[in-house]
């Protein structure tokens, strides 16, 4: 059931403790566009391709965009001389609050780290650090600073490509999660090498890696996607995201052969998920995000290809609902991209190519959520 509107919604969400065992199965959300977020953006910035998006501890809301996206007629503002009135390129980094107003913003080349030729990905750690990745066609690092923008640490490094064997850099990473009890980053890497790869969330040591169904990550010319074909034994370009659920569970975006795998922290293969099988586009799994219930009953699944984001039953990957199509207006997309869910269950989106920009959809039903812990 599709529920599309740009009417703000009354929220009739519970946010409790989970119930007792035995309880009802957890009702799938629904979703309605909130056509006034984010509220507009001071000193005439706009953005260009939105390649990220993560809601942290309390709720606020990170976007990466790629300011040098934008067309001269989008930045016209900024040339030398001025073209007209407006516009000029927001910086890479920004953070909203819950009604949309800007908080701060920051990013781009600096002392003593290699910022990334073409942004991709944001994840905020469970210590408030920021993560920004990039898949430029140097990109091989992943960056860590905090909430200021102040830099922390790069892993792997800038330069020629290598290959899925290296672990001394990346390979256009798209995007990370963390297991903070364990102090890893989860790397989904990516649009060059075709793995997941850990490193120890502090010093940026190599921990370990895999490649599809948990075997050794390999570099093999696989071709278009065939929906008739068997399952390919190896992750497509990209491996788009990383998620680690709060039972263990790694789930990963298999993008272009439509699919999510699901393995152990070690990397054993659980089982896999094949989602929207026909799409022969640009891959029908582009992120995913974890339902704030207790059981992360669903996974939220953004679909650039198809242009709509779907609920997943987490354990069986059936789609339980959905909503947007390709389009323009508010509560449409144009290459979503991304997606994140903040503690009410509101799910926030960024999309790239010409979509450029960022939406948020208020949750509406009634459902109990987990109760986050200070």
């Known amino acids: ?8 919604p009354a929220l009739a969400c519970l946010l409790a403790l989970a119930g007792p065992a035995g309880a009802a199965p957890a009702e799938a959300p629904h979703f309605q566009v ?25 709720d606020h809301v990170w976007v990466v965009q790629r300011p040098r996206t934008l067309t001269d007629d989008e930045k016209a503002a900024s040339l030398d001389p001025p073209r007209s009135k407006c516009c000029k390129p927001a910086p890479p980094v920004l ?12 990013g781009g080349p600096g002392e003593g780290y290699d910022w990334p030729t073409n942004e991709h990905g944001i994840q905020i750690d469970g210590q408030g650090f920021v993560w920004i990745a990039g898949n430029g066609d140097q ?3 992943l960056l860590k600073f905090t909430a200021d923008g102040k830099f922390v640490l790069q892993i792997g490094k800038s330069g020629p490509q290598t290959d899925s064997r290296d672990t001394s850099r990346l390979g256009k990473p798209a995007n990370v999660d963390f297991d903070m009890a364990a102090n890893e980053v989860y790397v989904a890497d990516g649009y060059y090498n075709h793995r997941i790869i850990v490193f120890d969330r502090e010093t940026g040591a ?30 497509a370009n990209p491996v788009h995201c990383v998620r680690i659920a709060r039972d263990g569970l790694v789930y990963v975006c298999d993008r272009t052969n439509n699919r999510i795998q699901v393995f152990q922290k070690d990397g054993s293969f659980v089982k896999e998920f094949v989602v929207e099988k026909n799409t022969r586009a ?15 009953t669903f996974l939220l699944n953004a679909d650039g290809a ?4 779907r609920t997943l039953d987490r354990a069986t990957g059936a789609t339980v609902g959905a909503f947007g199509r390709n389009g323009r207006m508010a509560g449409q997309f144009h290459w979503v991209h991304n997606l994140a869910v903040d503690s009410k269950g509101n799910v926030f989106t960024t999309e790239v190519d010409t979509g450029k920009r960022a939406q948020k959809f208020l949750a509406v039903g009634n459902f109990v959520l987990r109760k986050r812990v200070p």
């Open 34 to 58: 909130d056509p006034s977020w984010p509220k507009p953006l001071p000193n005439d910035w706009i953005l260009g391709q939105a390649a990220g998006v993560a809601v942290d501890a309390q």
């Open 139 to 141: 990109d091989g690092q």
């Open 282 to 296: 640009n891959g029908s799994v582009w992120e995913l995000a974890l339902w704030p219930d207790a059981d992360e």
């Open 1 to 8: 059931m599709r529920m599309l509107s740009t009417a703000l």
């Open 95 to 106: 953070e909203f609050a819950q009604d949309g107003t800007l908080l701060r913003s920051w």
């Open 306 to 309: 198809n242009n709509e984001v």
């Open 206 to 235: 190599f921990k370990r890696m895999w490649g599809a169904y948990g075997k050794p990550p390999t570099d093999d010319k696989l071709g278009a996607y065939d929906p008739a074909a068997a399952p390919r034994q190896q992750f």
